[in-house]
Every structure is written in structure tokens, then in C-alpha cells.
């Protein structure tokens, strides 16, 4: 009912729109109603992935709440856990709006945000509330940074929120900062990634606490070569799992009319469900299941999500489908995976 209403509007208006609309839902002390609507508790769903227990496989995917400001909130819709970020050391108020463009015709989504966020400082203050979720933290690099001092963002953002989520995502995939993607590439990916474990080690150590897992996100764009390196990559550095898929820049076969789908940015949604999948496929094959896949691209009903689970992805994360479909999404999957292990 409320979706064509929310439809007239900008996208980036209704997403401030509908993020206020459940923050005020909480406050009014409707969290409760909300959980006994959406959430589906049973432990037939519980997934042990990475050494942390998810309450279930599905997941909110990062960018939704950037600044973790309401992952509490996002809970009482029945994710099993809640991805914040992408943050960065500095705040950045990102691209140029207009910067998020629906395909209605495609059931997708362009976005050119380009990590608009509040830094990672003011995310750690949120991040002192109680959780009620699993939280995964996204960390990137700021725009001004160049890729040469990458590293320095990406070792600030790990340190300041390592008391304060449960893991971590290496973002080197978003196609909405500049030269970000040549990150994927083997030799400054490797550099990255050990130089993180080297920081895992060092906050493990001096907090006293356990190693947080760390995954890589990846695009949907690298070539089976690439992705033969992002397995020798994570074989290498023994990180704990990758994130399958970000965004992609291709523009095949959408029906959509041209002067949206030219618009330059990361393409979400059901036109990116079969290359998602085909990834998760590649890696679980190429790997011989050498780590876990939080699968991610598509998802806009009960079966995409299980044929992601089928392929070999031991979680899945919504956005884009969230968007179209609404919470329900997530009770209907969950369902659906309780069906299946009858």
C-alpha cells in the first residue's frame, strides 16, 4: 500500500522518509509489535559461520544505515544480522545528488552515493548502544585518500570500531569512488589484507579479546582470472570469508528506458541476481569450499535466497530487494529455509 506512494518520491527522499518512519515506530514503543509480525524464531535457523552464531542466514547488506544509527531498530524485521558502512576515517558527504535512480521496469536500483557518511567516529558513539543484532562493520577509504595511502584509512577504521562489531568487510568494490576498484587487484589487495591480519593481531592483543573475522566484498565484474586470484588471495592471507557481490557497471539486457539505466553508477536488483549467483558457484567450485560466502545480488523472493544458499553461500544479505519487497522479504525466506529442513 505504501510502496507506490514512496515510488512518486525521490528514492534518496523516501529512504530518509522510511528510516525516520521506523525510528519513530521504536521511540513510540512499537518494537515489540514489529518483532511479533516480522520475526521468525527457531533454532533449525541458527547458522555458526566465522565462529559467531547468527540467529539466522539473513542479512541486511551495508548501505542502509551507514551510520549505524538504527540497526536495533532494523532487528525487529527479522534480520539475523545488520551490516553497517561503508565508513570512512573523515566524514564525506559523498557525490553530487541526484545520486540514486530506481529502474522500476528491472526491479533495480543505480546508485552513485559514493560512501556519504558520517566517519567512523560518530559511528562508534552509535555503536555504544546495547546490540540486539549481530553488527558487521564495512569499512572503505575516503575519496581525498590516495590509493597509495589506502591502507592508513582502512587500519583507522578497523582499530575505532573493533570493540564495537562483530566483523568485518574490506570494501575495494564499490564502483562509486574513484580508483577504489584497482584495490581488487592482487598485489595492493594482498598488502591490504595483511596488513589488516597484522592489526587484528595487534587489537587482539592489546584488548585482551578475540580476532574479529574479516571478509573481502567483491564485484561482480572480475573475470574467472580475477576471481582465481581472490581465491589464492584469501587462501593466502587466511582471512575469513569473502562477500559475493557488490555492485555491478554492467548495463546488459535491462528494460528500462535509456536515459536511466545510462546513468553511471552501481547497478543493484534482480538484474543482478544470475551473475551473484554464478560467482558464488565459481568460488565454492574453484575453492573446493575453502571459506565461507555471505551471497548477496538479487534477492527479491524466497528462492532467490535458497538458490544462493544452494549454490553454496552459507548467509545472505538483502538491500535492493528490501527496497521493492518490504520486511516481509525476510519472514517469507526464512520460511521458506525452515520448509526445506522438514
Keep these: 500500500m505504501i510502496r507506490p506512494l514512496f515510488f512518486i518520491l525521490d528514492p534518496e527522499r523516501v529512504h530518509h522518509i522510511s528510516t525516520s518512519l521506523m525510528l519513530l515506530l521504536s521511540k513510540i514503543g512499537l518494537s515489540g509489535v514489529i518483532r511479533k509480525i516480522f520475526n521468525v524464531n527457531d533454532p533449525r535457523l541458527e547458522r555458526e559461520v566465522f565462529g559467531i552464531k547468527f540467529k539466522n542466514p539473513v542479512g541486511l547488506a551495508a548501505g542502509f544505515d ?74 572503505g577509504k575516503n575519496k581525498i585518500t590516495d590509493n597509495k595511502d589506502a591502507i592508513k584509512d582502512y587500519l583507522i577504521c578497523f582499530d575505532a570500531l573493533f570493540d564495537y ?24 589487495l594482498m598488502a591490504l589484507l595483511k596488513e589488516l591480519k597484522k592489526e587484528n593481531e595487534r587489537c587482539t592483543d592489546k584488548r585482551k579479546s578475540k580476532p574479529k573475522p574479516i571478509l573481502l566484498k567483491i564485484a561482480p ?12 588471495i584469501v587462501k593466502e592471507t587466511k582471512i ?58 538479487g534477492i527479491h523472493s524466497a528462492e532467490d535466497a535458497l538458490e544462493k544458499l544452494e549454490a553454496g553461500a552459507d548467509l545472505v544479505q538483502l538491500w535492493t530487494g528490501f527496497i521493492y519487497e518490504g520486511p516481509s522479504l525476510i519472514k517469507r525466506i526464512n520460511k521458506a529455509i525452515l520448509a526445506q529442513s522438514n
Design 221 to 232: 565484474d572480475l573475470t574467472d582470472a580475477q576471481l582465481l586470484d581472490i581465491i589464492d
Design 165 to 188: 562489531v562483530d566483523y568485518f568487510v574490506v570494501n575495494v568494490s564499490s564502483p562509486n569512488t574513484p580508483g577504489l576498484r584497482a584495490l581488487q587487484d592482487k598485489k595492493p
Design 66 to 139: 551507514k551510520d549505524a544509527k538504527m540497526y536495533n531498530q532494523l532487528s525487529d524485521y527479522g534480520f539475523g544480522f545488520i551490516e553497517i558502512g561503508t565508513l570512512t576515517p573523515k566524514p564525506q558527504v559523498g557525490n553530487p545528488k541526484k545520486r540514486l535512480f530506481r529502474l522500476k521496469k528491472d526491479e533495480a536500483i543505480i546508485n552513485r552515493m559514493g560512501f556519504n557518511n558520517k566517519g567512523v567516529f560518530e559511528a562508534v558513539e552509535e555503536l555504544k548502544k546495547k546490540h540486539r543484532v549481530i553488527v558487521g562493520g564495512n569499512i
Design 240 to 297: 575469513d570469508g569473502i562477500i559475493a557481490t557488490n555492485t555491478t557497471i554492467s548495463r546488459k539486457n535491462l528494460k528500462s528506458d535509456l536515459v536511466d539505466t545510462e546513468e553511471k553508477g552501481g547497478l543493484s536488483g534482480r538484474p543482478l541476481k544470475n551473475r551473484s549467483t554464478e560467482v558464488i558457484r565459481f568460488l565454492v567450485k574453484k575453492s573446493n569450499k575453502a571459506f565461507p560466502i555471505i551471497g548477496v545480488g
